[in-house]
T-cell receptor
Framework: SQTIHQWPATLVQPVGSPLSLECTVE??????LYWYRQAAGRGLQLLFYSVGIGQISSEVPQNLSASRPQDRQFILSSKKLLLSDSGFYLC??????????????FGPGTRLTVL | TQLLEQSPQFLSIQEGENLTVYCNSSSVFSSLQWYRQEPGEGPVLLVTVVTGGEVKKLKRLTFQFGDARKDSSLHITAAQPGDTGLYLC????????????FGKGTLLTVNP
């Protein structure tokens, strides 16, 4: 069975500090990977998605970046955090499009607080 | 940008009551997913509907996809406190762009 991990679970960082959130998937190959941010427990905002190693698409211009150094690893980074970066960050995976419709499966999330 | 509107935004009911929440758009979706999210956790996929008019049942939950594939509803019969959570709908646009559009959710509280 497939599992998805995110760490850390919670993070408190000062404004201007760097950020690195990690997501890994087990039990599947060549998944599509996604980073979302959720504010105030409501709708999900898609930040980045990746269909393969080194392939990153950005949905929202901001001071965040994403990388996919390995097939099942997705990293969200920032060089300098802003107060507005606070939120609940969710990683998700899906099976590639040509085998099924786009059902996404989410990790447990990282709660980021920027002070 | 395709938009999904969910209503109501908040719903508080007593255990045993029935309820329906809605997910509406002016756009056509090739598939639509419903998720439930509990506080501090990631959303969990409940169901996917793909055919206009399709009805799927998951125990006390009934999901329906509109005939035109622009809207969906979730009906819960005899709600229980364990049904409490944020219900999110998400639509997949045609054209294979790998993305889902999420609604803002309905926050359901079932009181014992």
């Amino acid at each position: 069975s497939q599992t998805i991990h995110q760490w850390p679970a919670t993070l408190v960082q000062p404004v201007g500090s760097p950020l690195s959130l990690e997501c890994t998937v087990e039990g599947t190959s060549n998944p599509n990977l996604y980073w979302y941010r959720q504010a105030a427990g409501r709708g999900l905002q898609l930040l980045f998605y990746s269909v393969g190693i080194g392939q990153i698409s950005s949905e929202v211009p901001q001071n965040l970046s994403a990388s996919r150094p390995q097939d099942r690893q997705f990293i969200l980074s920032s060089k300098k955090l802003l107060l507005s970066d606070s939120g609940f960050y969710l990683c998700a995976w899906s099976v590639p499009r040509d085998r099924t419709y786009n059902e996404q499966f989410f990790g447990p999330g990282t709660r980021l607080t920027v002070l | 940008t395709q938009l999904l509107e969910q209503s109501p935004q908040f719903l508080s009911i007593q255990e045993g009551e029935n309820l329906t929440v809605y997910c509406n758009s002016s756009s056509v979706f090739s598939s639509l997913q419903w998720y439930r999210q509990e506080p501090g956790e990631g959303p969990v996929l409940l169901v996917t509907v793909v055919t206009g008019g399709e009805v799927k049942k998951l125990k006390r939950l009934t999901f329906q996809f509109g005939d035109a594939r622009k809207d969906s509803s979730l009906h819960i019969t005899a709600a229980q406190p364990g049904d409490t959570g944020l219900y999110l709908c998400a639509g997949e646009e045609g054209g294979s762009n790998y993305k889902l559009t999420f609604g803002k959710g309905t926050l359901l509280t079932v009181n014992p």
